[in-house]
Structure formats: structure tokens, C-alpha cells
């Protein structure tokens, strides 16, 4: 079905570009996923190929979008709540039951045109999407004291995940960028190789960095803290 997806859209914009005599660039796109806080996935996609003209150098802030998921921890008293956030917690680990966990695709688009026989890319885009996954608290609206631990220790999670959500948009940026300064050349194959071949690097660059940032922080419990810690 994807495939069929994919020429089906590309017949349709190679007939209208045919219709008003254009030639065009060559549009690539690279799909790659970056590590979660706790795991790292890469994942490529398709390269899709289209033919656009373009006139104009444009790079763009990343598109960014944010889904939340949660899984419910309930709790009666202040003592109940760090077993019961292990117990509900569906993020484990070899030896370890996590909290809090980001995934982050980061995707890359560009868009080249060719002149006085060389090729350039004119066009840079990027989106980024970030899943978190995090604990709910389910309790009676009257318990003030579990709800007051639990919102200090949350939004200090919450804090943590966020910044690896941070570091895929600035990855996003940097990738927009680097793409964008990429030497023109005669063959417009080479081209789409570059940008290919920094796209991957900074994946393995972002990879690294959430891997220090897990590390220095001890997976955010240097900055959040223990739950014992807000009691």
C-alpha cells in the first residue's frame, strides 16, 4: 500500500509539472528515528522522488509535534506511591523499570534545482515528532498531601524527558542548516549523497548526546530526584 502511495503521488505531480512545461529538481526525503531516553531505535525510511522547480533559498523553523501518552498510577498515601509508580510503569528495562520515556523521529526534507549546470539545494524543511510516556496520578481529589509530593516530582520528570525532546528539534535545526550549505555539483545524485550522509550523521550525533545526557543525569534521577526526596 505505501508503494502504491508513493507513485501514485508522484505520477500526479510529474503530470501537473508536465502540463506547464517545467523540469525539475529532484525532492528527497530521509526518514530516520532517534533514541528514546532509555532505548535507542533508528529507523530509515523511504527516499520519495518528485520533480519541483524552485526558485528561492528557504529553510524553515522545524514542525514539531507533540503526543502524549499515560499510564495511571494509583495511589492512596504518600507511602504507597514509589511502589506504585514501579508496579504501573510499562517502561522496563534489563534491570531497571524507568518513569518517564521519550521517542523522537526526526524527519529531513529537501528540495534542489538546477542551474548553469549545477545543482543546489534551495529548500530545507524538517519535522520533528516527539511521543512521551508518563505517569498519571489517579487519587481521591481530597488527598493534598500525595497530590502536593506528586506534582513537585512530576514536572521535574516531565522537565527531564523534555529536554530530549529538546535535543532532537535542535538537532532538526542543525540538519536544516548543514543540509542547506551543501557545495553545489554537476551531478545532482551527489547531491542528494551529502545531504543523505549528514542527516545520518547527526542522528548518530543525537544518539550520543541523549546518551550523555541519560548518563551525567543517571536517566533523570540526579535532576528529579528520588520520590522519597519529596515526602
Known amino acids: 500500500m505505501l508503494i502504491k502511495s508513493i507513485f501514485s503521488q508522484f505520477y500526479r505531480v510529474v503530470k501537473s509539472l508536465v502540463f506547464v512545461g517545467l523540469a525539475g529538481a529532484c525532492f528527497a526525503v530521509i526518514s530516520l528515528a532517534m533514541m528514546g531516553s532509555w532505548i535507542i531505535a533508528l529507523r530509515m ?39 506504585a509508580v514501579e508496579a504501573a510503569s510499562p517502561l522496563r528495562g534489563p534491570n531497571k523499570t524507568y518513569h518517564g520515556y521519550t521517542d523522537s523521529q526526526v524527519n529531513w526534507s529537501w528540495w534542489w534545482r538546477k542551474e548553469a549546470n549545477l545543482c543546489r539545494i534551495s529548500r530545507v524543511e524538517s519535522k520533528v515528532t516527539i511521543e512521551y510516556t508518563l505517569p498519571r496520578l489517579e487519587t481521591d481529589p481530597r488527598n ?12 521535574a520528570l516531565k522537565s527531564h524527558e523534555n529536554n530530549h525532546g529538546r535535543n532532537a528539534i535542535a ?9 542547506l550549505a551543501v557545495e553545489p555539483h554537476t551531478d545532482c545524485t551527489v547531491i542528494d549523497q551529502r545531504a543523505s550522509a549528514i542527516a545520518a550523521g547527526l542522528i548518530e550525533a543525537l544518539k550520543l548526546r541523549d546518551a550523555e545526557y541519560d548518563k551525567r543525569t543517571n536517566h533523570g ?8 526526596d519529596y515526602f
Do not use: C
Request: glycine share 6%; proline share 1%.
Open 45 to 83: 525510511r523511504h527516499f520519495s522522488v518528485v520533480m519541483l522547480l524552485l526558485s528561492n533559498v528557504v529553510i524553515a523553523e522545524p514542525e514539531v509535534e507533540v503526543i502524549n501518552h499515560y499510564y495511571t498510577v494509583a495511589v492512596d498515601s504518600i507511602g504507597e506511591i514509589e511502589t
Open 171 to 179: 538537532i532538526a535545526r542543525q540538519g536544516e542548516k548543514a543540509i
Open 221 to 228: 534521577e540526579l535532576e528529579a530526584g528520588e520520590l522519597n
Open 144 to 155: 493534598f498531601r500525595v497530590r502536593g509530593v506528586w506534582s513537585e516530582w512530576f514536572w
